[in-house]
């Protein structure tokens, strides 16, 4: 899904470039599997583009493919996602053991929605970005919460990287694309 591939290749690349990452091979099955960063541009937003009232955005198709910038490339993913990394090792510390667990049981529940598993994810990293103090702006931190909260879960139980990773996609597809491509 084209809508959600510049929030793909930032998580991905932010796993990549992750510190105490215990599930590399997970994580590059992912990546044949086409779920990985293979990002060579980002979207076009500009007055063709535009949000519709349920949330998504309207596509600016050519051909049947989305028109990127080419303005904005996996070079500029990759460094963004490097600096988000840095953020989330001091993040790391900071969250329980018990959040994590709690994650990784909803995850395990086959009887849990997607819907109802971003739902708990949200729920956990608003209650993080509530705990942990910190000066920089409100988004990039829930950003950054989100991704850890990944890589925490991947470790704990890399069999479930494919089902977390897509969960975190929609979420930060949900929540923050907004702030993303301001960021990018």
């Known amino acids: 899904n084209g809508s ?8 991905y690349t932010f796993l990549e470039v992750s510190s105490d990452c215990k599930f ?3 994580l ?16 076009c937003y500009d007055d ?31 460094i963004i996602a490097a600096q988000l990394a840095e953020i989330g090792d001091q993040f790391d510390k900071e969250i329980k053991a018990r959040v994590v667990n709690d994650l990784v049981q909803h995850f395990l529940n086959e009887n849990l929605s997607g819907e109802e598993i971003t739902r708990r994810m949200s729920e956990a990293v608003e209650g993080l970005a509530r705990a942990i103090p910190s000066d920089m702006e409100q988004e990039k931190a829930m950003l950054v919460l989100a991704m850890v909260l990944t890589k ?33």
């Open 4 to 11: 959600v591939q510049m929030e793909r290749a930032l998580l």
């Open 48 to 78: 063709e583009v535009e949000l519709q009232t349920d949330g998504n955005r309207s596509g600016y198709m050519q051909n049947g493919e989305l028109v990127f910038d080419p303005e904005v490339n996996e070079e500029v993913v990759r």
């Open 152 to 184: 925490k879960i991947a470790n704990t139980m890399p069999s479930l990287l494919q089902r977390v990773f897509s969960t975190t996609v929609n979420y930060i597809s949900q929540q923050l694309h907004n702030y993303i491509v301001r960021m990018v």
């Open 24 to 26: 590399r091979e997970q």
């Open 28 to 43: 590059h099955s992912l990546q044949s599997q086409g779920i990985g960063s293979s990002v060579k541009g980002s979207y």
